[in-house]
């Protein structure tokens, strides 16, 4: 079943096509992720190219992004998906199988006037849903969304999102222990590094902005600038690339005497104010640290653990993009071909098993263009 299919004519970004004849394109409903395309090491943009394979993320976000081969996906759950503007799309904060383990249930208290409450054991997490004064529940899936978000032991371990198409205004049902699902081997990480002793007040996690495997290629220095009364800069240099990465020097402020004079907390705030570097990464107090204490000079030390988004490979969520987008500034629209004849060899990366079985309509060939 195509949705929305019409031909289209494209420019000499379409030259991977081996014909323009009969190709089926869906249009007008891809939305590709800002977030997900990291930036050019030399032009600073993100652009998503002409022939690169591309892939739904998710039917919660409805956005798109870059085929990569790989396996993994964060655990999820729905509920009330028959409730008219009720349904959720809860989904674990940490990408693999931990996520399966996490548990939501939606209680109803069973008496007059009960507020709603949320506690949480482990990776279970209980909700007493409201109740009116008749006894009814009176919790709307929108406040149910807002109250986990604001129940910080829950928010660390699942977040909500309506489903598309549901406003928020439909009541929740209540809904016994049900795990979240569909967590396989951990992708779609942000490179982290961390800084400092939280028992200092010190510690500091870098987070890169980006996932993916870029965010790998950022490195951090705490520089003693080994002189007396020096202020707290930050400066970034590199390009990003593995050669030569980015590198965000932090110069540590000093006092009269020379000593290092700069709090973790000043640091973060430095970091995430400066032009280029907040681009790049975000810094935080780590766990139970209240960036009281003061940093320690540190070697440049590389961010870790970036990898790359999976995406889905059913049909109609998945095909190849028609025409360059451009994410620099926000989310862009694509359009992708879903059959057609296509000249392998011409596109940024050839198809694999996985791709020729999505795409049962594109005839990937080796023969010279017409």
């Known amino acids: 079943m195509n949705l929305n299919i019409t031909r289209e004519t494209y420019r000499d970004e379409v030259a991977w096509l081996a014909s323009h004849s009969g190709k089926i394109v869906k249009t007008g409903g891809i939305s590709l992720s800002h977030a997900h395309r990291a930036p050019d090491p030399a ?164 987070t890169a902005n980006d996932v993916g495997a870029a965010g790998n290629n950022i490195q951090i220095a705490l520089i003693n600038p080994g002189a007396n009364s020096q202020p707290l800069t930050v400066s970034v240099i590199g390009s990003g690339a593995v050669a030569d990465p980015y590198v965000i020097n932090v110069s540590v402020a000093t006092t009269g005497a020379g000593a290092l004079d700069s709090t973790a907390a000043e640091v973060i705030e430095a970091v995430n104010n400066h032009g280029f570097a907040r681009t790049l990464v975000t810094a935080s107090n780590t766990g139970d640290s209240d960036g009281t204490g003061k940093v320690v000079a540190a070697a440049a030390a590389p961010l870790a653990g970036g990898t790359g988004m999976n995406v889905s490979m059913a049909e109609g969520q998945f095909g190849i993009l028609m025409h360059d987008v451009d994410v620099t500034n926000g989310n862009g629209i694509g359009a992708v071909l879903l059959g057609g004849k296509v000249l392998d060899a011409r596109l940024p990366a050839a198809s694999d098993a996985f791709v020729r079985d999505a795409l049962p309509r594109v005839m990937f060939t080796t023969e010279n263009a017409p």
Do not use: C, M
């Open 43 to 206: 032009t600073g943009k993100r652009v998503y190219r002409s022939g690169e394979f591309v892939g739904l993320i998710s039917a919660a976000s409805g956005l798109w992004t870059r085929y990569q081969r790989a396996v993994g996906s964060f655990a999820q759950l729905v509920t009330d998906a028959a409730v008219a503007n009720g349904s959720i799309v809860w989904t674990s904060r940490v990408a693999g199988v931990a996520g399966n383990a996490y548990s939501l249930a939606l209680v109803n208290p069973g008496g007059n006037n009960s507020p709603l409450t949320i506690t949480v054991l482990a990776g279970a997490i209980s909700v007493s849903l409201e109740t009116g004064a008749a006894g009814a529940l009176v919790t709307t899936a929108a406040q149910l969304v807002a109250a986990i978000k604001d129940n910080p032991a829950a928010n660390a371990l699942i977040y909500g999102e309506l489903a598309r198409g549901h406003n928020g205004n439909g009541l929740v049902t209540a809904i016994g222990a049900t795990n979240l699902a569909g967590g396989v081997a951990s992708v779609g990480q942000q490179a982290t590094l961390d800084t400092g002793v939280a028992g200092n007040d010190n510690a500091i996690t870098w």
